[in-house]
């Protein structure tokens, strides 16, 4: 299977300061790797993703950066802002898994104004 | 948020008591999956369905059934055979079963054994 780890569990940052969670996983072969927020009380909606074939992808206040030779990968947050406050979720897929994830523990962000 | 749903939003259930849990979208995806989320577990995959009339467990299937018997119909049956079955249970579904492919989720349905 896969084994994928993340930290922190829980952080806390000052509204405007950065924000970093960082994930590893084990199987070479996985080739995909998303990153889901969840809002207290709603669903988890997808934020980003990276492939394998990419080193670093940003979308405005965030960014994911992957190696793959360390099996690791994180997703960076910055300009924080109080919305930002949410459980983050990272996770691996690979082909011959038939594009089922395997998530993280996941990070509670609490951002402060 | 429309067009995965989860129903009902809160389900209680007496210990012994089969209880199936609904997830219908109208996404027209082929893939759907069940997830259990636990405080501090993350997002555990219980099974998933590629395609109509198959699935495949995930990690966590011990005591779960489910059935697809229609694209747009995943039900989950929590039997009495689940020993902790008290949390929070994600459906979702993706266009198709491969990776690079978006999940999305339903609001989920938290079941409490009492």
């Known amino acids: 299977g896969e084994n994928v780890e993340q930290h922190p569990s829980t952080l806390s940052v000052q509204e405007g300061d950065s924000a970093v969670i960082k994930c590893t996983y084990s199987?070479?072969?996985?080739?995909?790797f998303p990153w889901y927020k969840q809002e207290l009380g709603k669903r988890p909606q997808l934020i980003i993703d990276?492939?394998?074939?990419?080193g670093e992808k940003k979308d405005q206040r965030i960014a994911v950066t992957l190696n793959k030779t360390a099996k690791h990968f994180s997703l960076h947050i910055t300009e924080t802002q109080p919305e930002d406050s949410a459980v983050y979720f990272c996770a691996a897929s690979k082909r011959s898994t038939l594009g089922r994830l395997y998530f993280g523990r996941g990070t509670q962000l609490t951002v402060w104004p | 948020d429309g067009g995965i749903t989860q129903s009902p939003k809160y389900l209680f259930r007496k210990e012994g008591q089969n209880v199936t849990l609904s997830c219908e979208q109208n996404l027209n995806h082929d893939a759907m999956y069940w997830y259990r989320q636990d405080p501090g577990q993350g997002l555990r995959l219980i099974y998933y369905?590629?395609?109509?009339?198959?699935?495949q467990k995930g990690d966590i299937a011990e005591g779960y059934s489910v059935s697809r018997e229609k694209k747009e119909s995943f039900p989950l049956t929590v039997t009495s055979a689940q020993k902790n079955p008290t949390a929070f249970y994600l459906c979702a579904s993706s266009i198709t079963a491969v990776p690079y492919n978006e999940q999305f989720f339903g609001p989920g349905t938290r079941l409490t054994v009492l």
């Open positions: 369905s590629q395609i109509v009339n198959d699935f």
């Open positions: 990276i492939r394998s074939n990419v």
């Open positions: 199987d070479s072969a996985s080739n995909y």
